[in-house]
Every structure is written in structure tokens, then in C-alpha cells.
């Protein structure tokens, strides 16, 4: 529970269904007593946002492609007629193609490397340049990030050079948007079973795998990302910008 969370206007991207890590970090920023918009990708996804929207009281849903620049200064200027100003942005979004996520890194194509920095790691700058000037009293800026941006994991691939520009993007952003009083950070989470992870293959390998290298032999789940998350959201952190924060049971610190 984030007492100091109270009032803040949130704006939560990356909510496809209830296993989602936004969602996860939406459920917390709620119980601190945040208000939450929400955009979602695509009709199919609406249907599965709207209601967990409803049930945190949030009638802000919107269609939102983070390629698509018009479609975001849209949403952009409809969170600012509906809310005025925006305390927190949670940028929760990835994607690559299939083929990318399989075989060897070698063998990405342009068009597969381009599209995975594109939504994965450019639609962060995309959002934190139009969320700056509703943050006038400053605010924070969260996106989610994977160990494999620094150590070679099995498929993850051009997914791993795409949360590496990520986490460096989190850096930069940081530099320029810290003297507005906009913090910029990552939640570094171990492995678990969303939708988009289910695109990577032998993701169940990689979930038994990473539960044996952690030093509390467990794997993490949405709670714990959406306590650190909530936490990097609230003023509980006001000094805290440019860095990436593991969640992963430990599994970072083990060679
Ligand atoms: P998820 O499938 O629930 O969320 C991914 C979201 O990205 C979806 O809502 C999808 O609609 C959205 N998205 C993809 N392309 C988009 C586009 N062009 N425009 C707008 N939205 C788009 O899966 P998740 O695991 O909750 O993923 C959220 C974030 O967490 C991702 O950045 C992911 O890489 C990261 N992450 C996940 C794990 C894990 O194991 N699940 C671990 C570490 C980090």
C-alpha cells in the first residue's frame, strides 16, 4: 500500500489481460489510491481491458499503437482534457516478431530488428516526449525491463538487444528530463508466464531454469513487480531516476 500514491493521475500502457505486468503495477498504484487510464492495442485486447479498467474504477480506455504517431498525441491530448495534468506513465510494452525470438540472433532481419526497437524500446522516447509537458509538478516515468539486455539468454534474441537500448533509453531520459522533477526507471523482472512471454519458445525451460539459479530458489511473480513498480511510481523514491531494479529472486547477482 502506497498511502502517498493519493490523487496521482496515471497513465498505464501495456494492459492486454489480468497477467499482464501493468496490469499488476495498475492493481497497486489503485490501492495507494491512484486515478488510471488505460490504452490498450487493438479491439481484441479492448475487450479484455475494458472491464479490469471498470473494476478500478477507470472509464479512460483508449486505443493506443505505440508506432503510430497521431495515435499517441491523440491519446495524449485526451488524458489532458479528461485529467489536466499526468503524475506517472507506466510503459509496459514489447514486441518481436516470432521468427526473431527462436534460433540463432545471426539470422534477424532488418525489417524484424527495426520493428522490435521500434515498439520495444523507441515508443518509450515516443511517450516521454509527449508526457513531459503534462508532468508540470514533475512525475515518474516506468518501463519494464529483462536481464537478457545484459547476458545472452536462449531465444530471447533481438529482444535482449532491444532492452538494452531500453535500458539506456531509461538513462538518457533520465539526463534530460531530471531537472523538470521527471524521474525515468526500469523494474528489471525475472521470468513470468504472460502473454507476451508466451511468444518466446521453451519459455517453460526458461522459467524452470531461472527458479533453479536464483539464490531463493523461487521464481517471482506480477505482486512482486507491481510493489516495486508502485513503489518507483511513488514519491517514496523521489531520487531514484535512471536506474533498472531487479525483481528476480536474486538471479542477477549469480554467475
Ligand atoms: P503482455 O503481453 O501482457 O504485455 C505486452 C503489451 O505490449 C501488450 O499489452 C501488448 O498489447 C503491448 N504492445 C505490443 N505491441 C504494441 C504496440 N505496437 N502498441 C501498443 N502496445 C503494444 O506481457 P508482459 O510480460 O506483461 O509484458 C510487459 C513488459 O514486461 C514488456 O516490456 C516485457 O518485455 C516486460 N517483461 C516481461 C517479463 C516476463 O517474463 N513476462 C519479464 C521481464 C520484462
Redesign the pocket.
Known amino acids: 500500500m502506497h498511502p502517498s500514491l493519493k490523487g496521482k493521475k496515471a497513465l498505464i ?5 489480468e ?4 496490469w499488476a503495477i495498475a492493481q497497486q498504484l489503485h490501492q495507494g489510491g491512484a486515478e488510471l487510464a488505460f490504452t ?2 487493438g479491439e481484441t ?1 479492448e475487450r479484455r481491458v475494458r472491464p479490469l479498467a471498470e473494476s478500478v474504477k477507470s472509464t479512460f480506455v483508449e486505443p ?4 503510430d504517431d497521431s495515435n499517441m498525441d491523440s491519446v495524449m491530448s485526451k488524458f489532458r482534457d479528461r485529467f489536466g495534468t499526468m503524475d506517472i506513465l507506466v510503459h ?4 518481436a516478431n516470432r521468427e526473431d525470438l527462436d534460433g540463432r540472433f545471426v539470422d534477424t532481419s532488418r525489417a524484424g530488428f527495426l520493428l522490435s526497437m521500434d ?2 524500446a523507441y ?1 518509450l522516447v515516443a511517450l516521454a516526449k509527449r508526457a513531459e509537458p503534462l508532468m508540470e509538478a514533475g512525475g515518474s516515468i516506468l518501463t ?3 536481464y537478457g539486455a545484459h547476458k545472452v539468454m536462449p531465444n530471447y534474441n533481438v ?1 535482449g538487444v532491444s ?1 538494452a537500448a531500453l535500458e539506456a533509453t531509461v538513462r538518457y531520459l533520465a539526463n534530460d528530463l531530471g531537472p523538470k522533477k521527471i524521474r525515468v526507471n526500469a523494474v ?5 508466464k ?4 508466451a511468444g518466446i519458445r521453451n519459455f517453460r525451460d526458461i522459467l524452470a531454469k531461472s527458479e533453479e539459479r536464483t539464490p531463493m530458489k523461487e521464481n517471482i511473480d506480477q505482486d512482486d513487480v507491481g510493489a516495486l513498480g508502485a513503489f518507483l511510481c511513488s514519491p517514496l523514491s523521489k531520487h531514484i531516476t535512471g536506474s533498472t531494479m531487479y525483481v528476480d529472486s536474486g538471479a542477477h547477482i549469480m554467475a
Open positions: 500502457v501495456g494492459v492486454a489481460n497477467r499482464s505486468l501493468a490498450y492495442q485486447l493506443m499503437n505505440v508506432q509496459a510494452v514489447a514486441f515498439i520495444s515508443s519494464l525491463s529483462y529482444m532492452k528489471s523482472a525475472g521470468p513470468i504472460t502473454l507476451a512471454a
